[in-house]
């Protein structure tokens, strides 16, 4: 079957938005605590998020501006102080999540209107989010403008995980003791990661000899 194709260099944003954001699933979520310079608190979670690298240790986050073209209470406080912490999401704090979605203004601390409770970083001013399973003290390391989005690249400098999700000698983290959830498609939708699959990744070594060895 011929699959359907969109010509993206003529569809609108919105049409791209929907396509894209209803197919590249599931995507982790990064709750974000920033701090704007005069000491406001903001939580918000973003699903444009992932890992980079680790040498520089760098997690890259999407931020979408509002429709006037400004930027969001999150990325002006990153692109301010140059300072936020990245929360993983854990299903118990689904609810205050979502929350702090909400489009409250840039005076609104969400965290104290949520009801979260923080722990004070190590390294940098804006506070960890102290139910989260794991929080990533990051610094920034690049901003890209890019049309209507602000790319953010953060080194992260302090990794908080849970005391009883990891051992320090070994570095194991339980990782599906950690009852992540995803974002997924429009509506509202996320994602337990209760039902999973695991393959080995396969080596030439091995499957070159087995291919070959009968011949």
């Given amino acids: 079957m011929t699959p359907m194709q969109f010509d993206f260099t003529n569809l609108d944003a919105p049409s791209r938005y929907k396509l894209m954001a209803a197919t590249i699933t599931p995507r982790p979520i990064a709750w974000l605590t920033t701090q704007s ?9 973003y699903s444009f998020f992932n890992m980079m690298g680790a040498a520089p240790p760098l997690v890259a986050i999407g931020l979408m501006r509002r429709p006037d073209g400004t930027h969001k209470d999150s990325a ?21 999540m979502n929350f702090t ?6 005076d609104c601390d969400e965290l104290a209107a949520a009801g979260v409770a923080v722990a004070a970083s190590t390294a940098i001013a804006p506070p960890r989010i102290a139910s989260a399973p794991v929080s990533m003290e ?17 080194e992260v400098v302090r990794f908080h995980v ?14 599906l003791a950690m009852n992540l959830i995803a974002r997924m498609h429009g509506g509202g939708w996320y994602a ?3 039902d999973l699959l695991q393959l080995e990744r396969p080596t030439w070594a091995e499957w070159h000899g087995a291919l070959h060895a009968d011949g």
Wanted: hydrophobic share 40%; aromatic share 2%.
């Fill in 37 to 45: 310079p005069q000491g406001v608190r903001n939580a918000a979670p």
């Fill in 162 to 175: 849970r005391d009883d999700l990891v051992d320090p000698t070994r570095l194991h983290v339980d990782t």
């Fill in 138 to 154: 990051c610094r920034l390391f690049q901003a890209i403008e890019a049309g209507t989005s602000t790319i953010v690249l953060g």
């Fill in 76 to 96: 002006h406080n990153i692109l301010t102080t140059r300072e936020f912490v990245v929360n993983l999401v854990a299903e118990h704090d689904a609810a205050a």
């Fill in 192 to 194: 337990r990661s209760t």
């Fill in 101 to 106: 979605c909400i489009d409250a203004p840039p």
